[in-house]
């Protein structure tokens, strides 16, 4: 029997990579109640600095539950504005 993947708490700044099943890989930042979507999809998974010349075009809120893992942290400092 496969082990479930283990709920992890995550924190704003944490960098997600998702893997999109075809090949692809995609990724997220993780805001204070919500994560924001990078505009970008690689064949291989890239070094998380490398992320912040991206921008995010999709922020949405997604359940905890949802993260299994945490692929980075970013390092720039985010500023965050009403309404993002």
Known sequence: ????????KSLPGDIL??????GYFSYGLVLPSTIGF???KTK????????IKHQIFLNVWVMDSAIKKVF???????TFQQGY
């Open 1 to 8: 029997m496969a082990k479930k993947a283990k709920n992890i």
């Open 44 to 51: 291989n998974v890239i070094i998380p600095n490398n992320l």
């Open 17 to 22: 990579s998702i893997d999109l099943g075809d």
């Open 38 to 40: 990078f505009d970008l």
């Open 72 to 78: 980075g942290q970013s390092l720039v400092t985010l």
